[in-house]
């Protein structure tokens, strides 16, 4: 027990001791590290004070330079600035400069107008007086002359007046006389340019080519053979013909459809003989066809030398008298072309013969007026510049050649055989039951014409005229002004385009006109 409490007591000791131990070397530490952070302490204050030195030194130089660059900105801107205030002051002095010399300027013409002014008074003054000495002047010399001539003033004017009136009456007369023998000098030719002007206003509308032939069969069982095995006969007879070779449900019938008429006629008579003969194959289809066309243009050619023949016409070239004999399968809706132009020729001599002007001239031209239709669907434009450039081509006259593009008014007629082809033309086209339009339709198409124009704001009255190839418009001059006239006439053009279907073309035509009539009674 007492080792126990010994070596307890020894412990407690040992462990004190060793804490006194601890707490000294503890102290001892903490004195060195306290005196180390001093030291340390005062180097960071000195290096923080040196480096604050620094500072202080590069913002001064900073401040320094930054205040010198601010002055020498500030001096150069007190320069420009300067610079720019002596150059207004510049143009200031100019300005005023010359505004003093237009005051001079004002002032020197202002008194250039007063002396002007002065002298004009003075002037009018003189002559105010001269006028008065004038007219005293004057009213004795018309009293002096008043006793010479033993007459008034109102009596030698009434004189005076009777011999103005003799002398003008006799002038008048005289003008009348010499008007009069030109009139009757005139009045034959212009007698004939009015009546062939007049007829001319009859002209009839332009209408489309018919382009499909029917052929009959004698069965529907032809059709097959037609076609051929796999298509072979009608694609060789298509690339032979240069026709569409239409088979459709049409009982015993087929269409053949070209714009070439004498293509569709070499069609159509090749395909009936094929029909007829029964045998139907490639080789004998060129064989036929090849035939065929031998005699069309034989054909042709004779109808052309016919047509010549018949109307003593002569010296035509030869290729005109083939393309008139073109014109035998060539229709305008259902009339012959070519009769129509022998109709129109015939119609044109007549009307020469009876008006004394060149017969042979415009039976010429009647029968080649029609001349472009033959050949419309190989070349581009209306059949009158076609026509016209035929006839140029083959060097016909001019009166000719202005027969053929104007017989439809698109050109002003230059000759009175011009006119008269114009006026046969219509004619023979507004023979009835010569077209095949009819006539409930045509009065429809002319009804919805004049509705059409007479829908616009302004319009007075309307015509349609020359069978619908024309609708003359008359408006209200005190509404219309010419600029709205102009807009009319394109308007309504557009609006007949958009709303009806037509052959040919549509003229429109907007007049304003304003009269002023007097009767003297």
């Known amino acids: 027990m007492d080792n126990i409490i010994l070596s307890i007591i020894v412990a407690i000791v040992v462990g004190v001791a060793t804490g006194y131990v601890f707490i000294y070397f503890y102290k001892k530490t903490a004195n060195n590290r306290f005196e180390s952070l001093e030291t340390d302490r005062r180097a960071i204050l000195e290096e923080a004070k040196r480096e604050a030195e620094n500072i202080k030194k590069e913002a001064a130089l ?28 510049k143009r200031l002095r100019q300005k005023e400069e010359q505004i003093d010399r237009r005051l001079d300027h004002i002032e020197k013409r202002e008194n250039e107008i007063n002396k002007r002014e002065r002298e004009f008074s003075a002037r009018e003054s003189l002559l105010s007086t001269k006028e008065a000495n004038l007219k005293k002047l004057i009213d ?27 002398e003008s009456r006799f002038e008048a007369a005289r003008l009348i006389k010499r008007i009069e023998d030109e009139a009757r000098e005139n009045a034959e030719k212009k007698a004939k340019e009015i009546i062939s002007f007049a007829i001319q206003r009859y002209a009839n509308d332009y209408v489309a ?16 053979r037609i076609i051929g095995r796999e298509g072979r006969n009608i694609r060789a007879f298509e690339a032979a013909t240069g026709v569409d070779l239409v ?18 006629e070499v069609a159509r008579l090749a395909l009936e003989r094929l029909i007829s003969d029964g045998r139907i194959h490639p080789a004998r ?32 070239h030869p290729e005109l008298i083939k393309t008139i004999g073109r014109l035998k399968y060539r229709y305008s809706y259902g009339q012959n072309v070519l009769q129509h132009s022998k109709e129109v020729a015939y119609f044109a001599g007549m009307m020469a013969g009876e008006l004394g002007v060149d017969i042979k001239l415009a039976k010429r031209a009647g029968l080649l007026h029609d001349i472009g239709k033959a050949v419309d669907h190989e070349v581009e434009g209306s059949h009158q510049e076609i026509g016209a450039n035929l006839a ?12 053929i593009i104007a017989h439809h008014g698109d050109v002003e007629v230059s000759c009175v055989e011009s006119a008269l082809v114009a006026a046969s033309d219509a004619l023979s086209a507004a023979r009835p039951g010569v077209r095949r339009e ?20 302004g319009v007075e009255k309307c015509y349609a005229i020359q069978a619908g190839r024309e609708v003359r418009i008359i408006v209200k001059p005190e509404e219309t002004a010419d600029e709205l006239c102009a807009l009319i006439s394109r308007d309504l053009a557009r609006k007949i385009e958009a709303e009806m279907t037509y052959p040919g073309q549509i003229k429109v035509t907007v007049v304003r006109e304003a009269r002023f009539v007097e009767y003297a009674r």
């Open 392 to 403: 140029r081509k083959y060097h016909e006259k001019e009166p000719v050649i202005n027969a």
């Open 209 to 224: 080519d018919a382009t499909i032939s029917a052929v009959s069969l004698p069965g529907d069982e032809m059709k097959g």
């Open 285 to 316: 289809i060129e064989e036929v066809v090849e035939k065929v066309k031998k005699e069309v243009e034989a054909t042709i050619r004779e109808e052309g030398e016919k047509a010549v023949f018949e109307l003593e016409v002569s010296g035509i």
């Open 247 to 264: 088979v459709d449900d049409t009982p015993e019938l087929v269409t053949l459809s070209a714009h070439d008429p004498v293509r569709r």
């Open 140 to 166: 004795e010399q018309k009293r002096l002359l008043e006793q010479l001539s033993g007459i008034t003033s109102e009596e030698a004017r009434a004189e005076l007046l009777r011999r103005v009136e003799q």
């Open 62 to 89: 900073a401040a320094k330079d930054m205040a010198l660059q601010i002055k020498t900105e500030a001096e150069r801107e007190i320069r420009e600035r300067a610079k720019e205030q002596h150059q207004i002051d």
């Open 438 to 457: 009819s006539i409930a339709n045509y009065l429809k198409r002319l009804q919805k014409l004049e509705e059409l124009a007479m829908s616009f704001e």
